[in-house]
């Protein structure tokens, strides 16, 4: 793999340690800023809102502008956020900084999927977009709790400004390493806009807003879930967070190794997994042992779709990839909070912390659902073109059937 890529993934380990350090820290921000915890809360919404509209509205400002000057851009709007996060004198400056933090997000994953994925052989391309997101996966393993830790002992202004060192690193990296790759020529904004209208491109969307909001159905209430069903100490949750993060390591990286061979069966292998995996949770919670394999499990089985949906997009956007992959992104978001919303409307009817389990499963299931439905519309679409044209599929028609 290029050292480029080494380069994407500390960009990704510094956007994902500063997108959920804040829920370990919002206790003492809210302190040091005199307000409640739900209004400290707006700093995770205000952040989770920035990536979804930031995702489109930063990618097509840079559509005049080469992929690897972008991303510089987009890490000097992170670095900047998060020095105005660290240095802010009052909470609406914080949440400013937060905002323009998140304006990088989505626009940063969305084109470095896209370089990372040029930077390698076409049968690579997965594994490519796989190890960028490693960046995003270790983050929480090691940056979140590391970064809680020092915001909790040190002064959480600490976190935010290492958070921003980290982007220099990043930003050094993506100059020193990432090649200069121009935009294709000939395409415009038109172009990228021209995606929105397959089918496949959207299908793959749903995908990923239901498939990622299984996971985060359960694991916005696992502190909760984890001391009030299974019996943890609170201080247990960083390290069962730990677990989640560990198991996202994994699926990742397997994700993307067998998306570049077989990539829809990799997505039902995982959906279908992961929507009994969250049906049993309700089942597992009850027990220590059992919840803290399961929630590996969640983590491993949810991120090992992200590499698949993320290059299923860039095939089916082929030509014009570059705004379909972040809005993809923007689509994490999504899914996370709406399946947020929807965990908390079943505890709150009075079915327990257990009944956030049922929504992930059923999120998951549907997921799943359309993953069929892409595919039996792909291999239609196959089918009438050889009809068409009066010959049997290619070898290349028949392999982006089975794909």
């Not at 978001?333 to 389990?357: D, E, F, M, R």
């Amino acid at each position: 793999m290029p050292l480029a890529l080494l380069a994407l993934a500390i960009g990704a380990f510094g956007i994902g340690t500063t997108e959920f350090v804040i829920m370990g820290l919002l206790p003492e921000v809210a302190g040091d800023f005199g307000v409640s915890i739900p209004t400290a809360g707006f700093l995770v919404t205000g952040y989770a809102l920035g990536v979804m509209f930031g995702a489109p509205l930063m990618t097509v400002l840079g559509t005049k502008v080469s992929r690897k000057r972008m991303l510089m851009a987009l890490m000097g709007l992170f670095i900047v956020g998060n020095l105005l996060s660290a240095l802010a004198p009052a909470f609406g400056v914080m949440l400013i900084g937060r905002i323009v933090a998140s304006l990088a997000h989505g626009a940063f994953f969305g084109i470095g999927s896209v370089v990372a994925a040029d930077l390698v052989a076409p049968d690579k391309k997965a594994g490519a977009i796989a190890m960028m997101f490693t960046g995003l996966t270790v983050a929480n393993v090691v940056g979140v709790p590391l970064g809680t830790l020092v915001g909790q002992t040190v002064g959480w202004r600490v976190t935010f400004a290492i958070v921003a060192a980290l982007g220099v690193v990043g930003l050094a990296g993506i100059a020193k390493l990432v090649p200069d790759m121009p935009r294709t020529e000939g395409v415009h904004l038109r172009h990228e806009l021209a995606a929105f209208k397959n089918a496949q491109v959207l299908l793959a969307m749903a995908m990923t807003v239901l498939g990622f909001g299984g996971v985060f159905a359960a694991i916005t209430y696992i502190a909760p879930m984890m001391t009030h069903v299974a019996g943890f100490a609170d201080g247990s949750v960083t390290w069962l967070l730990v677990l989640f993060g560990l198991g996202m390591v994994g699926g990742n990286l397997v994700g993307g190794k067998y998306a570049d061979r077989a990539l829809m069966p990799m997505l039902y292998v995982s959906l279908g997994a992961l929507a009994i995996v969250l049906a049993l949770f309700t089942v597992t919670a009850h027990n220590k042992v059992l919840a803290a394999v399961t929630i590996a499990l969640i983590g491993a089985l949810g991120f090992a779709t992200v590499p698949p949906l993320q290059k299923r997009v860039l095939d089916q956007a082929h030509g014009a990839p570059t705004l379909a992959s972040a809005v993809n992104i923007g689509a994490f978001n999504l899914g996370n909070a709406l399946s947020a919303w929807l965990g908390g409307l079943v505890i709150s009817a009075g079915l327990g912390y257990t009944a956030p389990n049922w929504v992930g499963a059923a999120l998951a299931a549907g997921a799943l659902g359309l993953a069929v439905l892409s595919a039996a519309l792909e291999r239609r679409d196959v089918r009438s073109s050889a009809v068409v044209v009066g010959a049997v599929p290619t070898t290349d028609q028949r392999a982006a059937a089975h794909h």
